[in-house]
């Protein structure tokens, strides 16, 4: 059954540093979605992404947070400097017809710590 | 918010009984969805139940949606150890899902 895979399952990086996530959405699927959930809280929407450009982008996807389709297969969140409160599981998500009309399909997530 | 919010937060129910969750919401919805959340780990997606829709099916799972009330229910029949996890609603709208905060189910075996 096709999947959302996520690499790498877990980042420890200092604060300060640039992180990278990675996300290969399922092949077919067109619209591609990172969503966070700190630990013991709701999962939060971040950004929702269609036809290579941001489709919406929630308070929380501030100018240190960036999302790129760099290859057609790969999805990929960047986070510029991290802070201490960006530490969460970081989940990518894509849907064949967007959530709207149809289920998003959830990756395994990014346990991000920053210390 | 669009948020749902789950009712009740945690529930404790023997193997082979049934569990009931329930789901509220603010505004206008395309569809809700549920999804299931083993410790730790991705969302799994249970069911989507649309706008128009009423009642939905599928396997041991029951979702009914009253879009007058703004609230929506998921019933698992005959529950099994297995079934131990966290479950969501998530309304969606507007390119994206908002997540309430849960209901964890332990089953007991």
């Known amino acids: 059954e096709p999947e959302v895979t996520q690499t790498p399952s877990h980042q420890v990086t200092q604060m300060g540093q640039e992180v990278i996530l990675r996300c290969v959405p399922i092949s077919n699927h067109l619209y591609f979605y990172w969503y966070r959930q700190i630990l013991g809280q709701k999962v939060e929407f971040l950004v929702s992404f269609y036809n290579n450009e941001i489709s919406e982008k929630s308070e929380i996807f501030d100018d240190q947070f960036s999302v790129e389709r760099p290859d057609g297969s790969n999805f990929t969140l960047k986070i510029r400097s991290t802070k201490l409160e960006d530490s969460a599981m970081y989940f990518c998500?894509?849907?064949?017809?967007?959530?709207?009309?149809?289920?998003?399909?959830f990756g395994q997530g990014t346990r991000l710590t920053v210390v | 918010s669009q948020q749902g919010e789950e009712d009740p937060q945690a529930l404790s129910i023997q193997e082979g009984e049934n569990a009931t969750m329930n789901c509220s919401y603010k505004t206008s919805i395309n569809n809700l969805q549920w999804y299931r959340q083993n410790s730790g780990r991705g969302l799994v997606h249970l069911i989507l139940i649309r706008s128009n829709e009423r009642e939905k099916h599928s396997g041991r799972l029951r979702v009914t949606l009253d879009t007058s009330k703004k609230s929506s229910s998921l019933l698992i029949t005959a529950s099994r150890a297995a079934d131990t996890a966290s479950y969501f609603c998530a309304t969606a709208y507007d390119y994206k899902l908002s997540f309430g905060a849960g209901t964890t189910v332990t089953v007991r075996a």
């Open positions: 998500a894509s849907s064949s017809q967007g959530t709207t009309k149809a289920e998003a399909f």
